[in-house]
């Protein structure tokens, strides 16, 4: 938990310090999920604060997409715990875990292809409940002035008339990113959301996640170091289904243990 100490008022005894200790939204602890006895997340603790852009790393293997499963109720754990503020989700069904305010993007892109960018990001506002309903579903300012928002900031304000299946791949990501921003979660997790992107687009996508970050938290699992640096505060590596090293960037990139996952095979 990070902590900041703040002055404290004028009227009160000059040399105390108030201690503030930044609002957790995600606590996981001792967190184990076993397939046929194989622990693929083994007793892993860690923490997310309110705001945090928080990066995740590790070799191929190492418990990252089933980490994430987890938190979004796509797979049952073997014992632990996941605490989204006050709410234990392990014990959650899904979309309840998505009405709690986690949204999840997973590594490849699923947009509706034939729908325009526009039509996407509509049926995606937990209103409209899916493709149907959203034909029938009144377009009320309010709609329409989130979808407009939305669509400026993942930069396609331009193509919402514009079939999605005719966006670049870089695009269709950003797309997806705005379909869970429409639900207004309070924590996303992006599964190596800059795959397959041109470096521009990478570019691009490092300044709407640290822009996403000033009002939600988020979870980003990424193998590009250099897009990593772009964006992280704080930096998780995992190995192995276990919490190998926490930090800055600096900090995992120069721990002895995580030279020695990645350089020492
Ligand atoms: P990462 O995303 O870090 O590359 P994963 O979380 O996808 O790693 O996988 C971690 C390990 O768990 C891998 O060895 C993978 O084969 C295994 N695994 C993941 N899901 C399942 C499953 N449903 N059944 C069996 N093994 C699984
Ligand atoms: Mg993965």
């Known amino acids: 938990m990070t902590t900041a100490a703040i002055d404290a008022p004028m009227n009160a005894n000059p040399?105390?310090?108030?201690?503030?200790?930044?609002?957790?939204?995600l606590s996981i602890e001792n967190l184990t999920v076993s397939f046929d006895g194989f622990k693929a997340v083994d007793n892993l603790s860690m923490s997310i604060d309110e705001k945090e852009l928080r990066v995740i790393i590790g070799p191929n293997g190492a418990g990252k997409t089933t980490l994430l499963d987890m938190i979004c109720g796509k797979t049952t754990p073997t014992s632990g715990s996941i605490r989204?503020?006050?709410?234990?989700?392990?014990?959650?069904?899904?979309?309840?875990?998505?009405?709690?305010?986690v949204g999840r993007k997973f590594q490849t892109p699923s947009i509706y292809e034939d729908l325009t960018v526009?039509?996407?990001?509509?049926i995606s506002i937990p209103q409209a409940h899916g493709v149907w309903a959203s034909i029938f579903f009144k377009r009320t300012p309010q709609i329409k002035e989130r979808i407009g928002g939305v669509a400026e900031q993942i930069m396609l304000a331009d193509h919402l008339r514009t079939k999605s299946g005719r966006l670049s791949h870089g695009q269709k990501q950003w797309l997806e990113i705005g379909m869970l921003l429409v639900q207004d979660?309070?924590?996303?997790?992006?599964?190596?959301?800059?795959?397959?992107?041109s470096p521009r687009e990478r570019e691009q996508t490092a300044e709407l996640l640290k822009t996403i970050a000033l009002g939600k938290s988020l979870v980003v699992i990424e193998h590009d170091m250099d897009f990593?640096?772009?964006?992280?505060n704080k930096v998780t590596v995992l190995h192995q289904g276990r919490l190998l090293s926490?930090?800055?960037?600096?900090?995992?990139?120069?721990?002895?243990?995580?030279?020695?996952?990645y350089l020492g095979h």
């Open 15 to 25: 040399t105390t310090k108030r201690v503030l200790h930044a609002a957790q939204i």
């Open 84 to 101: 989204f503020r006050d709410v234990e989700l392990t014990r959650l069904p899904e979309f309840k875990i998505v009405r709690q305010g």
């Open 118 to 122: 526009g039509e996407n990001l509509e």
């Open 185 to 197: 979660p309070d924590l996303l997790l992006l599964d190596e959301p800059v795959a397959g992107m």
């Open 228 to 232: 990593v640096k772009s964006i992280a």
């Open 246 to 261: 926490e930090g800055s960037v600096d900090q995992v990139q120069n721990d002895p243990r995580v030279i020695e996952v």
